[in-house]
């Protein structure tokens, strides 16, 4: 299996403040790399897609870079409805993984 | 709109079987694989396994082979995941999910079913 190592495991920020997250495969996944937020009792919803493409609708204070092994998603100006767990997926394997997740706190 | 509906929770009991469904709606259900995903309590994501409905092909996480059963009658449009004996360690909200494009390349999950959360007790 891939590994896929989310950085941190949570944080605290403030409104406005920018965020990054970092996320490592332990292989190389070319582009291959998604971004989900998930809040409580709802389910992952899909943030971005093949590294940096952000998903419609998704506001475009969400950016993500990277390629090969090395992600981040970046929050330029966290706003309160960002406050949530995000996880990053690699489906370059016939088994996708996830990272074990950041969760953004006030 | 696509749509996955799946069913209500389960409270049930060690060595019990259980049976969770996910209906699809606002697209061919026959042309698109179907994904599931655990989340055990305060935990993360974990990619179970897939199915198509088309013709019942499977591809199960190594983690999960032989623990789970992946199921799908085209006729309601539905997935199902199947234990046939619970253990402590199922208790989870499991969700299905369905990916942007058909094939069995297609891996990408921009679907997700509302979740189902299974408890199991002694």
């Known amino acids: 299996d891939i590994q896929m190592t989310q950085s941190p495991s949570a944080l605290s920020a403030s409104v406005g403040d920018r965020v990054t997250i970092t996320c490592r495969a332990s292989q190389g996944i070319s582009h291959w790399l998604a971004w989900f937020q998930q809040k409580p009792g709802k389910a992952p919803k899909l943030l971005i897609q093949q590294a940096s493409i952000l998903e419609s609708g998704v506001p475009s204070r969400f950016s993500g870079s990277g390629s090969g092994a090395e992600f981040s998603l970046i929050i330029s100006s966290l706003q309160p409805d960002d406050f949530a767990t995000y996880y990053c997926q690699q489906y370059f394997d016939n088994f996708p993984t996830f990272g074990g997740g950041t969760k953004v706190e006030i | 709109e696509v749509q996955l509906v799946q069913s209500g929770a389960e409270v049930k009991k060690l060595g019990e079987s259980l049976r969770i469904s996910c209906q699809g709606s606002g697209y061919s259900f026959t042309s698109y694989w179907i994904t599931w995903v655990r989340q055990m309590p305060g935990k993360g994501l974990e990619w179970m396994g897939k199915i198509d409905p088309s013709d019942s092909s499977t591809n199960y996480s190594p983690s999960f082979q032989g623990q789970v059963t992946f199921s799908t009658d085209k006729?309601?449009?539905?997935?199902?995941?199947?234990?046939?004996?619970?253990?402590?360690?199922?208790?989870?909200?499991?969700?299905?999910?369905?990916?942007?494009?058909?094939?069995?390349?297609?891996?990408?999950?921009?679907?997700?079913?509302?979740?189902?959360?299974?408890?199991?007790?002694?």
Do not use: E, F, M, N
């Not at chain 2, 309601?76 to 402590?88: E, F, P, V």
């Not at chain 2, 390349?105 to 199991?120: E, F, N």
């Open chain 2, 75 to 122: 006729s309601t449009a539905t997935a199902y995941l199947h234990w046939s004996s619970l253990k402590a360690s199922d208790t989870a909200i499991y969700y299905c999910a369905r990916p942007d494009c058909s094939g069995d390349g297609c891996k990408l999950l921009p679907h997700w079913g509302q979740g189902t959360l299974v408890t199991v007790s002694s």
